[in-house]
């Protein structure tokens, strides 16, 4: 079972950029994604990356984040830049395997393995 460990989260202020980090402690995936979910809300979906470095975001997310990968290291990151406060939220990494690339997206029915999340506030 793979087990993944999210880091990087904290407290900034607007257009601020924050990177996020999970570290996962099996190389049996080959999708990954990050997710978010602010109090209230529905979890919804970040971004995804393909073991091939194929990434898909979500439209309402397209442009400030980014997602990437080590794959010698198993550690997905999310880049955050020119964060708002509407961004706040306890962001989660996911891992899963698919067998077509195509279907790996950051919607969440996707994937098995979560971590247990960090938390991004952002004050305006």
């Known amino acids: 079972q793979v087990q993944l460990v999210e880091s990087g989260g904290g407290s900034v202020q607007a257009g601020d950029s924050l990177r996020l980090s999970c570290a996962a402690s099996l190389d049996t995936y080959n999708c990954m994604a990050w997710f978010r979910q602010a109090p209230g809300k529905e979890r919804e979906g970040v971004a995804s990356?393909?073991?091939?470095?194929?990434?898909n975001y979500a439209d309402s997310m397209k442009g400030r984040f980014t997602v990437s990968q080590d794959n010698a290291s198993n550690t997905l990151y999310l880049q955050m830049n020119s964060l708002k406060p509407e961004d706040t939220a306890r962001y989660y990494c996911?891992?899963?395997?698919?067998?077509?690339?195509?279907?790996?997206?950051?919607?969440?029915?996707?994937?098995?393995?979560w971590g247990q999340g960090t938390q991004v506030t952002v004050s305006s």
């Open positions: 996911a891992a899963g395997r698919v067998p077509y690339k195509w279907m790996c997206t950051p919607q969440i029915n996707v994937y098995p393995y």
């Open positions: 990356i393909h073991k091939d470095d194929t990434t």
